[in-house]
Nanobody
Framework: VQLQASGGGLAQAGGSLRLSCAAS????????MGWYRQAPGKQRALVAT???????NYADSVKGRFTISRDNTKKTVSLQVNSLKPEDTAVYYC?????????WGQGTLVTVSS
């Protein structure tokens, strides 16, 4: 079982990145998928989630700027991050949940310069 996140990097304020998470070892289409982030000195926090049917939920701080999507055929979940702000700097983690089982990826670092 593995969640492999990628796509992080350095971006300027106002820029964009696309984060991706590839899942293996799970029946992906049944899982609720999500992205969380942990900024330096802060607790891990929800960014966005997407249900098996495609319903989405976003933290207020990213609404209108971030878009979560999933591809059940490829077993991937993506996060398009636009209009980046310095306060978006964090390690972003992919998450999978189903019936009380929670899986985490290794995280990918996003750094936004002002």
């Amino acid at each position: 079982v593995q969640l492999q996140a990628s796509g992080g990097g350095l971006a300027q304020a106002g820029g964009s990145l696309r984060l991706s998470c590839a899942a293996s070892g799970i029946t992906f289409r049944f899982y609720y998928m999500g992205w969380y982030r942990q900024a330096p000195g802060k607790q891990r926090a929800l960014v966005a989630t997407i249900s098996p049917s495609g319903s989405t939920n976003y933290a207020d701080s990213v609404k209108g700027r971030f878009t979560i999507s999933r591809d059940n055929t490829k077993k991937t979940v993506s996060l398009q991050v636009n209009s980046l702000k310095p306060e978006d700097t964090a390690v972003y983690y992919c998450n999978a949940e189903l019936e009380g089982r929670t899986l985490w990826g290794q995280g990918t670092l996003v750094t936004v310069s002002s």
